[in-house]
Nanobody, 128 residues
Framework: QVAESGGGLVQAGGSLNVSCEVVGFSFTKYCMTWFRQAPGQERESVGSILGDGGTMYADSVKGRFTISHNNDENTATLQMDNLKPEDTGTYIC????????????????????????WGQGTPVTVSS
């Protein structure tokens, strides 16, 4: 199970974070991806992190977003700085927890069949 928290409303240039806690599993050996979906648009990958700390980000968020994890608490956090109105959307975390760990690229690709657990989604709204 995944418990997602954070998000909210902020003005452009501000910061927010979104966190996900995995209950009952350790994802330190696997991977997770943050997705976002804007109204009327397809879901897109924002960034991914492996258990060893390797990360990959979408070009649109590089230098502004940071993914981190706390292995002791089984949590992953997406820190979003210098937010823009186009960052508005529902942010969703997803975890690969069992089986063969995919590569970082595969994890970032976001193929739904890879992921074992999904957060419920957290809205983020950035006003101009």
């Amino acid at each position: 199970q995944v418990a997602e928290s954070g998000g909210g409303l902020v003005q452009a240039g501000g910061s927010l974070n979104v966190s996900c806690e995995v209950v009952g599993f350790s994802f330190t050996k696997y991977c997770m991806t943050w997705f976002r979906q804007a109204p009327g648009q397809e879901r897109e990958s924002v960034g991914s992190i492996l258990g060893d700390g390797g990360t990959m980000y979408a070009d649109s968020v590089k230098g502004r977003f940071t993914i981190s994890h706390n292995n002791d608490e089984n949590t992953a956090t997406l820190q979003m700085d210098n937010l823009k109105p186009e960052d508005t959307g529902t942010y969703i975390c997803a975890f690969v927890l069992v089986g063969v760990r995919p590569t970082l690229s595969d994890c970032y690709s976001g193929a739904p069949r890879l992921f074992d657990a999904w957060g419920q989604g957290t809205p983020v709204t950035v006003s101009s």
